[in-house]
């Protein structure tokens, strides 16, 4: 039957029967999962301190009886004994269990085990961690410890037990070992170290404090730095903490005593000064002390290794020039690629070997440039390969010792003044403007940078960031502080940052960059140290990859001294051979320290009397002459077959050009002009044409401007002109126009002036600090560069002819042009009697050469024109000419 029925219809599934067992697993589960068990563990955990608590004190008053009569009942038997009455106010349990625990345990350190309760109950009633239990567990265990034994050992003789049995156990031990004498001294150091492990006093003489962290911490501290005692002693202390313990709380315990920062050994951690709240707090409910802090790295101080050639090498290049002047006798029909002095030493003594001391110093002393096509079939094997040396252009000037950071001062101090008042007010000014217009946040850290505090946000989903940009006014309002800029979002970051500026602010020395690894160990062709970034990276830069830089600021907020950080960056790297400045200073006053680098750095328009330019026709004549130098670079890497300035020196260096054929080594060439304004004013198209010329093309062959102007408006910044310089400076500017004039954003009205600065390029705009350089400072570099052995003159540029001043300008042949002695003793000099000879060393154009011939031939020192052929130089030596041309005079 029942068989029947089955097949007929199974029944269905009993639920009753089926869920109890799939239910009986989620519940367990869920009950550990739920959180209403943690708030109920939580009250628990509570209850079981206060009860402890209770008991604890209560036996304090009523121990000598209840003790009693837990002896007479042998312990746990009094619960089960009937007719006992206790006097613990918690019954016989509170009797029982604070007797087990002050007699048989701890002493009166037991009330520690209240402590821990009440932090883990607190912590599951509220669901996070307000207190840290580990934190906590580690007092209470070495608490115990320490505090039972020191109890035990000052109350050895009294009834009541304070130390409790282990306290007394380990005092006995203690007293065996080391008597009583020692165990009081040992007590005495482990209780003072525990009081100032759990209170961290503050003691009034820091340096005490350094001494005592430092012999404790030997192992954990980082390797020494070249620094204050007081910034060491800081900074490590912080640090330790923080290193030691990766918990926020116990870095709130150090932050909040602290006051500064210094930022030279929390650099050393290799991170920089960022305050975090943690991930899951919201608003402002939570004070500072839930701040993290963590350091930035800063650039280590490089092991400045001096300039100063090493003996040998010096050793090796005399050789290498002594071989040179020797095996290289000037053919005669050749140009000869050493000068005049040199050569008719050489001819006087064929074969002797000159000696350095043996030239004049003062003259010009050109290595001699040896080439492959020079080496001729019977030069021997042994005396080509010395021959095939690289070509080093830094022997013109072999002796030169480049600045050393000497000269330099530090301004200031390089802590980083880091107050965390002022963060935690900042923080929480932030937060309270956010929620007043209801926006929450998740999270929000802080990097202290040299002038300006980046606080950066976190919004909580769903939060539109063009709120938080709208709020930029209220928040600085609220702040009560000027250059407040809010970057939403941060490329890259997913985060908001309000820049807030420091209460102090410190100045970035030049040295400090100059010094760090970065700019020290670069392999840039030309690298400048602009200043540092908001986490105190230093932005040191390659101007050659830039190509070009422009730079604007209002009056006064610091471009002159950003001009001077680009060119002693430039001075402290660079060989008088590999750079040259161009320097136009229509103010007339700001480039003028750099006169004395003249014949070492300068370049300068053949036949004028000043490197520094300043007037505006003379500035058109430069920036045209500079146009011709670029085609002229252009044609000879077209020659040579080389892309750009670097593979062509490459080849030059590895004699692949001849010289012969105009083939020279190029200076990178860096035109600096001051104030572009005032050019645009005086002479519009004509500078702004050359201008944009270069700039677009100048790059390959080694040209770059820097361009700075105070009035950064579109008719003086052109499309041209901007299209052309993508790195782009800003200093204060006084309008957001004249920011998205000169960086296509604004930003840079709200700087706080002084060296504060926006800089666009690759695309990013950062802020950074610019490094300050003081004109005493760029006075002492330049001096010592200029009392050193330079070149003849300053840097000769290609003559740039105007054919309307030309046509204007009636000239008169009978008059001799003012370079017709140079030209004159120049051809005698060499004894060839070529006019592109005179082109190429006077860098002249050709119709102003051809007319020096003509007058050359005019006076009888050259012969006639003999088509291809050089003309005959009918003065044979220097004393006939000087004579013909004294006759001139009279
Ligand atoms: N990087 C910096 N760090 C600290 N202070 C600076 C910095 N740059 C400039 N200053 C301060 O600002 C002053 C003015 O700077 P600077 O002469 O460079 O301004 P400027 O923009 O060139 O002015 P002007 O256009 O009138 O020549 C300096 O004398 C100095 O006190």
């Given amino acids: 039957m029942a068989n029947r029925i089955k097949k007929k219809s199974p029944p269905p599934p009993n639920p009753a029967k089926l869920s109890p067992d799939k239910q009986e697993d989620v519940t367990v589960k869920e009950i550990v999962k739920d959180e209403r068990t943690y708030k109920i563990a939580g009250t628990i955990s509570l209850l079981v301190a206060l009860f402890l608590f209770v008991a604890l004190a209560s036996y304090a008053f009523t121990w000598q009886d209840d003790q009693s009569l837990i002896f007479k009942f042998s312990g746990v038997k009094i619960f089960s004994a009937e007719d006992v009455h206790v006097n613990n106010l918690l019954g016989v349990l509170g009797a029982y269990v604070a007797h087990s625990f002050i007699y048989k345990g701890f002493g009166v350190a037991s009330f520690l085990f209240c402590s821990f309760f009440f932090v883990l109950g607190i912590n599951l009633l509220f669901g996070r961690k307000v207190f840290s239990l580990k934190r906590n567990a580690r007092y209470v265990f070495t608490g115990l410890l320490v505090i039972s034994v020191t109890l035990a050992f000052i109350f050895r003789n009294s009834h009541f037990s304070y130390g409790g049995a282990y306290g007394e156990l380990l005092t006995g031990w203690l007293i065996k070992w080391i008597g009583v004498v020692g165990t009081g001294l040992v007590l005495l150091v482990a209780g003072f170290s525990y009081f100032v492990w759990r209170f961290n006093p503050t003691f009034t003489w820091p340096e005490k404090k350094l001494a005592a962290f430092a012999g404790t911490n030997a192992s954990m501290a980082p390797e020494p730095q070249p620094q204050t005692e007081e910034a060491d002693n800081n900074e490590s202390y912080i640090l330790k903490q923080y290193k030691s313990d990766d918990n926020a709380d116990e870095a709130r315990l150090y932050i909040e005593k602290e006051v500064a920062v210094s930022s030279n050994k929390l650099k050393k951690e290799g991170k920089g000064v960022v305050v975090l709240m943690p991930e899951d707090d919201i608003m402002s409910e939570y004070p500072l002390h839930d701040l993290r802090l963590v350091e930035k790295e800063e650039d280590e101080p490089a092991n400045v290794v001096s300039k100063e050639e090493p003996e040998e090498e010096y050793r090796e290049v005399n050789d290498l020039f002594k071989l040179e002047i020797k095996e290289v006798q000037p053919d005669e029909e050749v140009e000869p690629v050493i000068e005049m002095q040199v050569d008719e030493a050489v001819k006087k003594h064929p074969f002797k070997t000159l000696e350095p001391e043996e030239f004049d110093l003062e003259m010009e002393i050109k290595s001699v440039p040896v080439f492959e096509d020079d080496v001729v079939e019977e030069v021997q094997p042994s005396k080509r390969d010395l021959k095939l040396s690289p070509y080093d252009p830094m022997l013109d000037l072999r002796d030169y010792k480049y600045p050393s950071l000497e000269l330099l001062e530090t301004h200031g101090s390089e802590k ?414 060499s004894q060839i009697g070529s006019t592109s000879l005179i082109q190429r060393r006077m860098k002249l154009g050709y119709n102003r050469a051809g007319r020096l011939m003509d007058q050359l031939e005019a006076a009888g020192i050259v012969g006639p024109n003999q088509g291809s052929k050089a003309r005959e130089v009918q003065v044979k030596n220097e004393m006939e000419l000087e004579e013909i041309l004294e006759g001139f005079l009279n």
């Avoid at 040299?450 to 600085?476: F, Q, W």
């Avoid at 130098?629 to 077209?638: G, I, P, V």
Wanted: some cysteine.
């Fill in 416 to 829: 980083i003044v880091h107050d965390p008042v002022e963060l935690e007010n900042n923080k929480n000014q932030i937060i309270a403007t956010l929620k007043n217009y209801d926006i929450a946040i998740q999270r929000i850290a802080a990097t202290v940078g040299p002038t300006v505090t980046l606080y950066e946000i976190v919004p909580a989903p769903g939060v539109r960031i063009s709120r938080i940009k709208n709020l930029e006014d209220d928040i600085a309002l609220s702040l009560a502080a000027l250059g407040i800029r809010i970057i939403a979002p941060i490329p890259g970051k997913g985060t908001i940052g309000i820049e807030v500026p420091n209460v102090t602010k410190r100045v970035v020395s030049m040295k400090t960059l100059l010094s760090s690894e970065k700019f020290q160990h670069n392999t840039y062709s030309l690298p400048i140290a602009i200043g540092k970034k908001i986490d105190n990276e230093n932005f040191i830069v390659d101007l050659a990859t830039m190509p070009h830089l422009l730079m604007a600021g209002a009056t006064g907020q610091g471009k002159s001294v950003g001009l001077n950080a680009i060119l002693v960056s430039l001075l402290y790297k660079k060989h008088p051979s590999q750079l040259k400045f161009v320097l136009v200073d229509p103010k007339k006053v700001e480039l003028s320290i750099y006169k004395s680098i003249e014949k070492h750095f300068l370049a300068r328009l053949p036949g004028e009397e000043d490197s520094i330019i300043t007037d505006t026709k003379k500035v058109v004549h430069t920036l045209n002459a500079l146009c011709i130098e670029m085609d002229n670079r252009y044609d000879l890497l077209k020659e040579a077959g080389c892309r750009n300035i670097k593979e062509y020196n490459d080849k030059f260096v590895a004699r692949r050009l001849n010289p012969e054929k105009g083939h020279q080594f190029l200076p990178f060439i860096v035109l600096v002009v001051d104030e572009f304004a005032d050019l645009i004013m005086t002479a519009g198209k004509e500078v702004e044409m050359p201008i944009a010329r270069l700039a677009q093309l100048a790059r390959a062959v080694g040209i770059h401007l820097i361009i700075a102007t105070q009035r950064p408006s579109v008719n003086i910044i052109t499309g041209t002109i901007k299209a052309n310089f993508p790195a782009r400076i800003a200093f204060k500017v006084s309008s957001k126009i004249d920011s998205r004039t000169i960086l296509d954003a604004g930003g840079a009205e709200q700087l706080i002036g002084k060296g504060d600065m926006l800089i666009s390029f690759n695309g990013e705009i950062t802020r950074l600090q610019c490094a300050f350089v003081d004109t005493p400072e760029v006075d002492s570099i330049t001096d010592y560069i200029g009392d050193q052995r330079g070149y003849p003159q300053a840097f000769l540029l290609p003559e740039y002819v105007d054919e309307k001043e030309l046509e204007s300008k009636d000239f008169d042949s009978g008059s001799r042009d003012p370079l017709f002695e140079d030209a004159a003793r120049l051809v005698v000099s």
